[in-house]
């Protein structure tokens, strides 16, 4: 199973190898991770997309809290409902025909034309993993660049901010 | 007070109650190394091997429950002590390394004796630093300590670059009283709830077996275990690393149980119904093939560690706490409860049965000095109230076999990482720490010879260790491995080459025996331990075809046991 792992810690230079040398120590597997800065400057919030049986997520989650830069841990999909969104910007062949389609498509899926050439598009759009999935999979390879994806981001719903 | 980054190092150490650093010098620590020969209260053991500092910290450390500390140089000083630092933090040994580093601009350049050590040690650390300022060093020293030494020990890495220390820069000193890290709240008492279901379901188990490790001895917890073991009548077993938190002379003492563990032990896990895990991770030495382990069992576990808990094998009823406080709050529940009932007459009439086998039965009538025997006739020379360490291999199983330990602390050695090398330098710690006991060090003749150097250190600070060489020509384990499992295809086990044991051990300024006979054994081994202020390195010539058993093959299970050709006979 996917889960969200969203992970509040010390902004301490090394504390994100920390986590990447946790994770391919004991071989667990990251599809993907994001971290930055939050407004408190002393703090980073990393969310981290990982996959394994129920067994193996908990051993995560207990391994994490085990690191000393870790102030607080939410398996955000063990929390509660949350949102989940993800920046992508993907450099599409807009030539011929497929200019006017690839305008339609970007308006369908409400993202953005960031960037213009006669023979290509920049597409930057957010939203949740399957959005940007299928987004991906109505252009089609034939018409694709090159893809750049953030990684999924996680927040609770609600008015309560995660405590620590 | 104004102090140099330098004094700040050793005045830290002084207000942390360190008495003892052991270390070797370099250039990225000669400053540190001028502040320290300018003072008289924190003493420095000059090694003759990073690794044998770092083995020293840990067995002064194993023996008295104080964080151990290690200072050693940049690159390969550092590097060197990695599989120091490994050791200890596989058996959660609290100790502080000070590593020197390059100068903070050279940091990143490929510089003469760089090293990123703080990446390389950490996987094998609890945590490290890198101080980049000369205003943290003195909380980043205190923080150090404070996580080495509170919830799960282990080893805390300080890495220091050399101008931070330099002696012409100095700033206000001031060392924190307190520290306290948002991130890190080791939790101290375990959930009172949890504590009586577990009391629930342990007064009504008919076959309950007691499984304890290295957590009881490093939570001090030992009085509290022995008491409520013998309260609730229960048979309890020891892992390696928990040898001596239960007196294993008691009759309740079922021996260590695991690969090389007792009979009775192996079985009396494999039949249980309830089996209470205290400070013990569930190691696979232990377990056996995981799928086999404790079939029918409900399991508790306390354990200060949570990731430890269902880790390897699920368990029922987690308590995640102090085992020292888990323990006492179980005591006082105990002593409220009416319907005590302590007659488990049947199990205890099938664990005699066990215990007839007679597993580490071993031949007696034998020309040759039997393994058994030398550490059998160390027990009896030294009452057995000495200090063991040991290295790694077969003579390390027989020593955790017919040593019985009655005293946490007493048993020092590598489990976790099984470091050969580690008996002599942990020793060495471990003399240092009570001068007046009897110390000795079981060893192999491979293990000895990967920190042999340290001989030297022994002359210098006067120790006198009785070193037990149990010598049979071979790597016993893998030589007792190759024999099982490879057709006796003995490749690269033969130790050749062999030196002079005693002459090497007099060339250092010690005294050197060897002993071949049987009946010569005793009396050398009394010798020795007579000379109190003498090292004696003693060469015992053994039996090199005795393998150590019973044995649990990999796949098996508790159950399924390989016992020694005499046991078989039974």
């Keep these: ?164 | 007070m104004k102090l140099s980054g330098a004094e700040i190092v050793v005045q830290a150490l002084k207000d942390e109650g360190v008495e003892l650093v052991f270390g070797y010098p370099g250039g990225a620590v000669l400053h540190i190394y001028d502040a320290i020969f300018q003072q008289q209260d924190v003493q420095h053991v000059l090694v003759r091997h990073e690794q044998a500092a770092t083995h020293a910290a840990d067995g002064y450390a194993r023996a008295t429950g104080r964080t151990g500390v290690a200072l050693v140089t940049s690159g390969p000083g550092a590097t060197n002590a990695v599989t120091g630092i490994a050791t200890a933090y596989m058996d959660s040994i609290p100790m502080v390394v000070i590593t020197g580093q390059v100068p903070k601009p050279f940091i990143g350049s490929d510089a003469f004796q760089e090293v990123d050590t703080v990446g390389i040690t950490r996987p094998c650390v609890k945590h490290n630093f890198l101080v980049e300022t000369l205003d943290t060093l003195a909380e980043t020293i205190k923080k150090a300590f404070y996580i080495a030494s509170t919830g799960r020990p282990g080893p805390v890495v300080v890495d220091i670059p050399k101008d931070i220390t330099d002696p012409n820069i100095k700033i206000d000193y001031s060392y924190p009283e307190e520290i306290s890290m948002r991130s890190y709240n080791p939790v101290d008492k375990g959930h009172l709830g949890q504590i009586k279901k577990a009391i629930d379901l342990i007064l009504a188990a008919e076959r309950p077996v007691l499984y304890t490790g290295g957590g009881v001895v490093l939570g001090d917890a030992s009085d509290e275990l022995t008491e409520i073991a013998r309260m609730l009548n229960l048979p309890i077993t020891n892992t390696l690393m928990g040898l001596g938190a239960y007196p294993a002379t008691d009759k309740q003492f079922l021996g260590m149980l695991g690969m090389h563990g007792t009979y009775e032990a192996n079985m009396a896990m494999h039949a249980t119904d309830v089996l209470i895990a205290v400070g013990a991770r569930f190691d696979d030495r232990v377990t056996g093939h995981v799928e086999k382990f404790c079939p029918d069992a409900k399991i508790v576990h306390i354990d200060i560690d949570p990731a430890s808990i269902s880790k390897n094998v699920r368990v029922d009823i987690p308590i995640v706490g102090n085992v020292q406080l888990v323990l006492k709050d179980m005591l006082r529940v105990l002593r409220e409860r009416t319907d005590i009932n302590t007659n488990l007459d049947n199990w205890w009439k099938q664990i005699e049965q066990w215990r007839s086998k007679d597993c580490l039965r071993y031949d007696r009538n034998s020309e040759v000095i039997k393994p058994q025997f030398a550490v059998e006739t160390l027990y009896k020379v030294t009452h057995g109230d000495a200090f063991v360490t040991s290295d790694v291999g077969q003579h390390q199983m027989f020593a955790a076999q017919f040593y019985p330990f009655d005293k946490p602390r007493r048993w020092i050695n590598s489990g976790g990482l099984g470091t050969m090398g580690f008996g002599l330098p942990a020793a060495m710690g471990v003399k240092m720490a009570h001068p007046d006991a009897d110390v000795a060090c079981v060893t192999g003749e491979a293990s000895i010879q990967m920190c042999i150097q340290e001989l030297a250190t022994c002359t210098q600070y006067d120790l006198p260790l009785k070193i037990i060489l149990l010598n049979n020509g071979y790597m016993g384990m893998v030589r007792q491995w190759q024999e099982f499992f490879y057709d006796g295809r003995y490749s690269h086990s033969y130790v050749d080459a062999l030196p002079n044991f005693v002459a090497l051990a007099e060339s250092y300024g010690h005294v050197g025996m060897q002993v071949t006979q049987p009946g010569d054994l005793e009396a050398a081994m009394k010798e020795a331990f007579d000379m109190k202020d003498r090292l004696v390195f003693m060469d015992v010539i053994i039996d090199p075809t005795e393998n150590v058993y019973p044995m649990i093959q990999a796949g098996k299970g508790h159950h399924e046991m390989q016992l020694s050709p005499q046991s078989e006979m039974i």
Excluded at chain 1, 3 to 20: D, K, T
Excluded at chain 1, 44 to 56: F, H, Y
Excluded at chain 1, 59 to 65: A, C, V, Y
Excluded at chain 1, 91 to 119: H, P, Q
Aim: hydrophobic content about 40%.
């Design chain 1, 1 to 164: 199973m996917r889960h969200i792992i969203s992970i509040l810690m010390e902004n301490e230079a090394g504390a994100l190898s920390r986590v990447a040398g946790l994770f391919s120590a004991r071989a667990y597997n990251i599809e993907s991770l994001t971290v930055a800065p939050t407004e408190d400057p002393s703090l980073s919030r990393m969310t981290l997309v990982t996959r394994g049986s129920d067994e193996i997520i908990e051993q995560i989650t207990k391994q994490l809290n085990k690191l000393i830069d870790v102030v607080k841990l939410l398996d955000l999909c063990d929390s509660g409902p949350f949102i989940q969104r993800e920046l992508m910007m993907i450099k599409v062949k807009a030539t011929g025909s497929w200019r006017e389609e690839i305008k339609r498509l970007s308006d369908i899926f409400r993202a953005n034309i960031i960037d213009v050439t006669d023979s290509s598009y920049i597409i930057e759009m957010t939203g949740d993993e399957n959005k940007l999935n299928a987004f991906i999979e109505t252009i089609g390879n034939d018409h694709i660049v090159e893809v750049v994806r953030s990684g999924s981001l996680g927040i609770g719903r609600g008015a309560r901010g995660i405590q620590y």
